[in-house]
């Protein structure tokens, strides 16, 4: 199985600030047709995780701009240029190279200092 | 509005069973792949089962394979998870989640059912 690690697991951020969280595959998560399958979730207290980003860098519908990804085989990051209070929660990354034997990284909390 | 809508979850014993389901709206629920994840505070996200739109193809975690049984009604736009020989460490709350078009990934998830395997 593709082990995701995340880091780092808490990010304390000031509002207006950005916002760096890494993700690490144990294998490239370049897939034979020249995809990388890398998604970003964000998942608020008490609610179910919304994607955020696919195939590293791409945005869901209604995502801010504020959000990006990058990265390529095995280092992935995603980035929040200035954070807003409604940012807060857990970001998890997935892989989908092996699907549909999904896995995620362990999650990393972002709160407002 | 897609909205994916799971049940059945409840408190059960160890050793016994528990179907889930999952109720699909707002997208031809008969096209898409559907899966179930889990999700515990100590073990993070697990994904547990995948079917195919058609139920050709199925998978499963190797911690619930012969356990656990994924189906689908087409039909009524319903997902189903049989849950037998349950465990401790099966206690989680479950969610509905669609595979993405077009990607190798997850788009949209269901608020999840919660499943407490106790004594």
């Known amino acids: 199985d593709i082990v995701l690690t995340q880091s780092p697991l808490s990010l304390p951020v000031t509002v207006g600030q950005p916002a760096s969280i890494s993700c690490r595959s144990s294998q490239s998560l370049a897939y034979s047709d020249g995809n990388t399958y890398l998604n970003w979730f964000h998942q608020r207290p008490g609610q179910s995780p919304r994607r955020l980003l696919y195939q590293v860098s791409n945005r869901d519908s209604g995502v801010p701009d504020r959000f990006s990804g990058s990265g390529s085989g095995t280092d992935f990051t995603l980035k929040i240029s200035r954070v807003e209070a409604e940012d807060v929660g857990v970001y998890y990354c997935?892989?989908?190279?092996?699907?549909?034997?999904?896995?995620f990284g362990q999650g990393t909390k972002v709160e407002i200092k | 509005e897609v909205q994916l809508v799971e049940s059945g979850g409840v408190l059960v014993k160890p050793g016994g069973s528990l179907r889930l389901s999952c109720a699909a709206s707002g997208f031809t629920f008969s096209t898409y792949t559907m899966n179930w994840v889990r999700q515990t505070p100590g073990k993070g996200l697990e994904w547990v089962s995948s079917i195919s739109s058609s139920s050709h193809r199925i998978y499963y975690a190797a911690s619930v394979k012969g356990r656990f049984t994924i189906s689908r009604d087409n039909a009524r736009n319903l997902l189903f998870l049989q849950m037998s020989s349950l465990r401790a460490e099966d206690t989680a709350l479950y969610y509905c989640?669609?595979?993405?078009?077009?990607?190798?990934?997850?788009?949209?998830w269901g608020q999840g059912t919660l499943v407490t395997v106790s004594s």
């Open positions: 989640v669609r595979d993405a078009p077009g990607d190798y990934g997850l788009d949209y």
């Open positions: 997935m892989q989908g190279k092996q699907w549909p034997l999904y896995t």
